[in-house]
């Protein structure tokens, strides 16, 4: 149990579905992330948010449209996905505000959300 | 070209030997290099964090060595076991901005009985 929760864990969705992910994080961090992670690829960032301002887009299509109504809770709301956007969707959330990689910026990542598009 | 790039891609070892998984990294000016376990279907845990000035760092029957000066860093397995099978990822963070990370595509270890 990292703090981070993420639901669903399995999510098979059709091209034309709308559908969301939802993350928790109960550590009191300021940050939050969404990271995409595609089998034998290196995680990708998609997007950032310090006290629940949007601080970077990793030039992530209009597809994936994050909202984050609170420091704590995290979504991404999936429309019109593609095959390709089939993959381990990850959030994550760290105590410093947008410093990332600062040593004493240890970050936490949730169980992952299994995302399957037919 | 990956700026972290983690070697071997997979490996399978014996239960109870040793192990050892390499990372090679071109991030600059360099701030600080972690190790990530990844059990499958899992999110990624922490290990390990490195900085300029650390040579070693152990956590349990893990162990990582950094030379920042050749950019190569280590985990050493030791005893492993089988829940010791998992993907461990290489995180480097670039000292400058907002400290981005960059990601290795992870070793693949296998350990069986």
């Known amino acids: 149990e990292t703090g981070v929760t993420q639901t669903p864990r399995h999510l098979v969705m059709g091209m034309t579905n709308k559908k969301s992910l939802k993350c928790e994080q109960h550590?009191?961090?300021?940050?939050m992330y969404w990271y995409k992670q595609s089998a034998k690829k290196p995680l990708e960032l998609m997007f950032v948010?310090?006290?629940?301002?949007?601080?970077e887009n990793n030039s992530v299509p209009s597809r994936f449209s994050p909202e984050c109504p609170n420091s704590s809770h995290l979504f991404l709301h999936l429309h019109t996905l593609q095959p390709e956007d089939s993959a381990l969707y990850l959030c994550?959330?760290?105590?410093?505000?947008?410093?990332?990689?600062?040593?004493?910026?240890?970050?936490?990542f949730g169980e992952g959300s299994w995302l399957t598009v037919v | 070209k990956n700026q972290v790039e983690q070697s071997p891609q997979s490996l399978i070892i014996l239960e109870g030997k040793n192990c050892t998984l390499q990372c090679n990294y071109t991030v600059s000016p360099f701030s600080n290099l972690r190790w990530y376990k990844q059990d499958t279907g899992r999110g990624p845990v922490s290990l390990t964090i490195m900085t300029f000035s650390e040579n070693t760092k152990s956590n349990g029957r893990y162990t990582a060595t950094l030379d920042a000066d050749t950019k190569q860093s280590s985990l050493h397995i030791t005893a492993s076991q089988l829940s010791d099978s998992a993907s461990y990822i290489c995180?480097?963070?670039?000292?400058?901005?907002?400290?981005?990370?960059?990601f290795g595509k992870g070793n693949q270890v296998v350990v069986i009985p």
């Open positions: 550590l009191g961090h300021n940050a």
């Open positions: 994550a959330s760290s105590q410093a505000a947008g410093i990332q990689g600062a040593s004493g910026n240890t970050i936490y």
């Open positions: 948010y310090n006290f629940k301002e949007q601080t």
């Open positions: 995180v480097v963070s670039q000292y400058y901005g907002n400290n981005r990370l960059a």
